[in-house]
């Protein structure tokens, strides 16, 4: 009877993961109805190596030492975080964001191989047609634009990353605990091999992806780190509901990148 049992659970098992390897891009992925057309002259297209077109977007502060390399969230595209990005020009810095395969009007469909080949597309673009620096480079991500962020800061270098609402795999965000031995998006594995300051923005009233997932990361993270948690923010609403505490920890951060290299050239 035990063997009986023992077989079915396995062969559940088995039947599940099987599945979850098979539509996991369509439980992960959630495109919105394009919030931008192409004919928009601000619209940047980028080829990737599989020769796919994404569209992309820079807006650019002529005073700004740092640019952000921005991956948006899920059900997110350029059209709709278009005007909130903006809102980084009034704080000094440059923004480059781009869309996912399968998002807005970029071609394909999204999955972890064409997410990360359009972040390392993306970073080529500003590091060799626009040539910026990687030293005046931050990438941020939020929430699924996490996963590249972090994909990116483990190939190139960077001045700085910012993850805001992290999750520590596709996975646990609904399993909590690692269940199988295959997952998607395991930030959780990549996270001590960072080398640029990383700051984590997380919400304790976040519903989508707990708050844990964010302290772990932290946790794990090596030094040079900075961890913000605003008791009242939730995930969609977080920089609205932190208020003057977000910005004023990005402007902290940014101070201490700038120290650093003061400190840097000192001991050249």
Same mark, same amino acid.
């Given at each position: ?39 928009d002259?601000?619209?940047i297209?980028?080829t =990737? ?6 569209? &992309?977007? @820079? /807006? ?6 740092y %640019?952000?390399? *921005?991956?948006h969230?899920?059900?997110?595209? =350029?059209?709709?975080?278009r005007?909130r990005? &903006?809102? @980084? /020009?009034d ?5 480059f %964001?781009?869309d *996912? ?13 064409t997410v990360?080949q359009?972040i ?6 500003l %590091?060799?047609?626009?040539?910026i620096?990687?030293?005046n480079?931050?990438a941020?991500g ?5 996963a ?17 609402s992290?999750?520590?795999s596709a996975?646990?965000?609904v ?10 998006f ?15 923005y ?41 208020g003057?505490?977000?910005w ?14 003061v ?6």
């Open positions: 009877m035990f063997i009986k049992i023992f077989i079915i659970l396995v062969s559940v098992y088995i039947i599940i993961l099987a599945l979850i390897m098979i539509f996991a891009n369509r439980f992960i992925f959630f495109p919105p109805a394009p919030g931008y057309q192409d004919t002259k601000n619209i297209k980028l =990737l190596p599989n020769g796919l077109r994404i569209s &992309a977007l @820079y /807006l650019h502060n002529p005073k700004a030492r %640019t952000l390399l *921005y991956s969230g899920n059900a997110e595209d =350029l059209g709709t975080v005007y990005i &903006a809102n @980084y /020009l704080a000094g810095l440059s923004v %964001t781009y *996912y395969p399968g998002y807005g009007t970029s071609q394909g469909h999204p999955n972890e191989t990360y359009s390392l597309t993306a970073y080529r673009y %590091t060799e047609d626009l040539a620096s990687p030293s480079i931050i941020y939020f929430s699924v634009g996490c590249p962020t972090l994909e990116l800061a483990t190939q190139k270098p960077l001045a700085g990353i910012i993850l805001q992290p999750f520590l996975l646990r965000v399993t909590y605990v690692t269940v199988f031995p295959w997952d998607v395991d930030n959780y594995k990549k996270i001590d091999q960072i080398k640029s300051p990383i700051l984590i997380n919400g304790a009233a976040d519903e989508i992806i707990p708050p844990y997932h964010g302290r772990i990361l932290w946790k794990k993270a090596p030094e040079r780190k900075t961890y913000i948690e605003i008791p009242q923010a939730d995930h969609n609403n977080f920089i609205h509901l932190s003057q505490a977000y004023d920890a990005l402007h902290q951060f940014i101070k201490s990148l700038e120290q650093q290299r400190t840097q050239k000192i001991f050249e």
